[in-house]
């Protein structure tokens, strides 16, 4: 943690939380499961690329996530999103289905969506790290808290961002967002074992471009170039 590569932006409000136990623990956590052998996805490079990605003041849209990928070469630090040439994942595979219906994006042929996060789409895992084939081996170790820092700091001073909260986790996450403020999109997961109970059909994706062109702010290009 003491060699994070942090955008300016986000360590100028971040910084403190390296300094403060939970954020200590979770680093001891951390060198321990190395020293152990495991094998922590995304790489080290890529573990704060959401905030990297996307600057603090650049930041139009949030989209919450809760861990990353588990599987070699999927997860790059950006919920939803894996890696150009890895499968594409069953939730990535249906929340293009209803972008497709939605808007009429043509479906890539891969799950990277680098793109969005560099118009500013912040794709923010609650928990940062994951060992190899163990779903959710990080959580309850310290990310959550401080993800919901970064939350927090969009929440109390910055105005006009969307929302968009995906199932039970990303709800209760989202909780504290002032929805004066803000637009809060709020539907299922886009998992196959709920995804038909309302995410398809949302219409999330042109109810955030209206409200971005509403408030004068350019809206997301969710068009993503094949390979």
């Not at 152990?36 to 989209?63: C, D, M």
């Not at 299922?188 to 408030?215: D, M, T």
Request: glycine share 8%; aromatic share 10%; net charge positive.
């Amino acid at each position: 943690m003491a060699e994070v590569k942090l955008h300016p932006s986000w360590l100028n409000v971040l910084k403190h939380e390296f300094e403060l136990p939970y954020m200590k623990n979770l680093k001891s956590f951390l060198l321990a499961q190395k020293q152990q052998g495991k094998v922590i996805f995304p790489k080290g490079e890529n573990i704060f690329n959401a905030l990297n990605s996307t600057p603090l003041e650049k930041v139009k849209v949030v989209i919450i996530g809760q861990d990353p990928y588990h599987g070699p070469n999927q997860a790059h630090g950006l919920c939803f999103s894996v890696n150009k040439g890895v499968q594409i994942p069953p939730s990535l595979k249906n929340i293009y289905k209803e972008i497709h219906d939605d808007i009429g994006f043509q479906v890539p042929n891969h799950g990277n969506l680098q793109s969005w996060a560099n118009q500013g789409v912040l794709m923010l895992n609650s928990v940062l790290t994951v060992n190899q084939s163990m779903a959710g081996s990080h959580q309850n170790k310290g990310w959550e808290t401080f993800t919901d820092k970064i939350i927090s700091e969009l929440n109390q001073h910055h105005t006009h961002i969307v929302y968009m909260l995906w199932g039970s986790y990303a709800h209760k996450k989202g909780a504290s967002i002032n929805p004066d403020e803000n637009l809060i999109l709020k539907t299922v997961h886009p998992s196959p074992l709920s995804a038909h109970r309302g995410f398809f059909g949302c219409k999330h994706f042109s109810k955030c471009n209206q409200y971005l062109i509403e408030n004068g702010i350019q809206p997301i290009d969710w068009a993503i170039e094949k390979i």
